[in-house]
Structure formats: C-alpha cells, structure tokens
C-alpha cells in the first residue's frame, strides 16, 4: 500500500472534571487526511484546504509528529501529507489532534503497522506540543483510540480506554471566534486549594464510574469544574445563559470543550439531543452571533480508512 486516505476525528478534552486527563472521540466531526509515500526521503505538507496553516513540515502539527515517529524507526521514507481541514483552528475540539494522530496513524498503516495505537500517542503528543507548548494527550489518545480516554499519568505515560455508554449525544457548540491554547493555558491557575481539588477528585472518579455502570445521571452530576470552567467561561459569550438552556432542555452536563471558545452538551438519546440543539441554536440566532454547530455520537473507532 502506498497510499491511504483516513477520517481524522475532532474530540472533546477535559470534560469538565478531567483537565488534561480525559477526553472522548466524536463520531462525524473531523478532517479528511490523504498520506502517500514519496521517493524523496522528505515528509512534506503538500496541501492544505480549509483553513490557512503552514505548509512547512516544521511548522506544522502533522509533519513534526510523522517526523517523530520516523525518527523512532530510524526511517529515511518520505510521505506526501494531504490535510481537508473541516476542523477550524483554536475551536476546542481537537483541530491540532486530528492532524497529528491522523498522520502517525496513516503513516504507521502505510509502514505495515510497526507500532500499536497506544506506542502511537507519544508521537502525536509532539504535535500537540508544537500547538500549544504543552505535549498533552487528552486529544490525540481519544482520537487514536475512539471513545473516552483517561490519562492515568504522563510519567510515564499510561492511557486507559473507558467504555462508552450507548445513549450518549454530544451538542457541540463553536461561536466562530478563535481561543489559541497557548493564550488559554496561561489563565489558569497554578495552585488550588485542597478543598477545589477534593471536589474535583471526587468528581473524576465518580464520572469514570458511571461510565462503567452507564448511570447517566451520576454522569451528568460528574461534569462539574471548580478549577478551570470558572477561568475560561469569560472568554465564552453567554457561556452561563447557554449552560441553563442546555440544563433546563434536559442535557445531562454541560461544559467547555478543551479550551474553547466550542462548548458542549452532553445528552442521553437522539431525541433529547435535538432538543437541546434546537434551543442553542436559537438563542445565538437571536443574539446574532456566528456559529457552528454539530450532534454527534461518541467515535468509538476513533480514526477511520476511508480508502
């Protein structure tokens, strides 16, 4: 095989309790990669449509990671990089993730697979890095692996998959301003207070085990931030007036995906879903603010070969 065409899912990090410890995969939301092997012994960016990114290898998410990963292997083959960006850059969900577990993953396909999904994530982790100055894997873990993924530490690095219950819908709201990650990092607090983080603890583990059990209302009563949420919010217009909406039309939790400005509404069943999108989607309408806005289920597969 010298040619591989994949679905690069978006995802959604932190999930509230879980800052830079978990994430999920969504089902419909991502990018279109096409990765081909070249005589050139060079990794190049050949073309990017949909947003305006750099095209040079060293520059860009996917090329530093697919150099990475070669470089691990000791490997002089070269790959042509093709990115369909339909994730805009600085949404929350994962735009800088999907480019690089999209291109390890490829690139691995193509190499006739010398690593497991999991011995992938490292190298992903290095375009993440190059985003945003911090190799987090909240993003790219969930994206390889599809579903929910919690990082039980980073060093050393140690990935557990969560199951997924089924009924499970996320509202993905983007107000089409751009948050950077870097700039949405430096806000935060360094130090909390034991109190917050006992909350927070407690909370985590509380949503891992209703993942496990599929109680949706403890998952809903998990999704809570003390630590973060309180921070970015402001950054988020009508963030709290969207919160409501989203409770009061039946959503289990809401919550800011990775680090914004897109927001989400997590729900049990289609239905109800469609209800809460129906309600957002008419409140920004009505302050007259631009926005994308998606109904997805969780990607329990992860990354998908198209071709």
């Known amino acids: 095989m010298d040619e591989i065409k994949i679905f690069a899912p978006a995802t959604v990090a932190n999930l509230s309790c879980g800052f830079d410890v978990l994430g999920c995969c969504l089902d419909t939301v991502g990018d279109e990669m096409l990765i081909r092997k070249n005589n050139s012994r060079e990794v190049k960016i050949t073309k990017i449509t949909g947003q305006d990114l750099p095209l040079e290898t060293d520059k860009n998410v996917a090329g530093v990671a697919v150099k990475a990963m070669l470089e691990k292997l000791n490997s002089d083959q070269g790959f042509d990089i093709e990115i369909y960006k339909k994730i805009k850059s600085g949404s929350g969900i994962g735009s800088s993730a999907a480019s690089s577990a999209g291109a390890v993953f490829a690139v691995n396909k193509l190499l006739n697979e010398p690593f497991s999904l999991q011995e992938l994530i490292p190298f992903a982790m290095e375009g993440e890095r190059l985003a945003s100055g911090n190799a987090h894997a ?21 990935i557990l998959k969560l199951p997924t219950p089924p009924e499970l819908r996320m509202v993905i709201l983007h107000p089409l301003i751009e948050v950077n990650t870097r700039d949405s ?4 607090k360094q130090s909390i207070s034991l109190k917050k983080a006992i909350n927070q603890w407690g909370n985590l583990a509380a949503l891992v085990s209703a993942l496990y059990t599929e109680d949706y209302g403890l998952l809903g009563r998990s999704l809570k931030d003390e630590i973060v949420e309180p921070v970015r919010s402001i950054l988020i217009p009508f963030f709290d007036e969207l919160k409501k909406i989203a409770k009061d039309h039946g959503a289990l939790g809401f919550g800011i995906s990775g680090s914004g400005p897109s927001v989400f ?15 957002i989607q008419e409140f920004y309408q009505e302050k007259e603010i631009e926005f994308d806005l998606h109904l997805s289920k969780i990607g329990n597969e992860g990354i998908k070969i198209l071709g």
């Open 185 to 188: 990092r430096s806000i935060i």
């Open 265 to 279: 509404a997590m729900c049990r069943g289609e239905e109800k879903a469609e209800e809460v999108k129906k309600a």
């Open 138 to 158: 909240d993003n790219v873990a969930p994206a390889l692996l599809g579903g929910f993924s919690l990082v039980k530490s980073y060093e050393p690095l140690e």
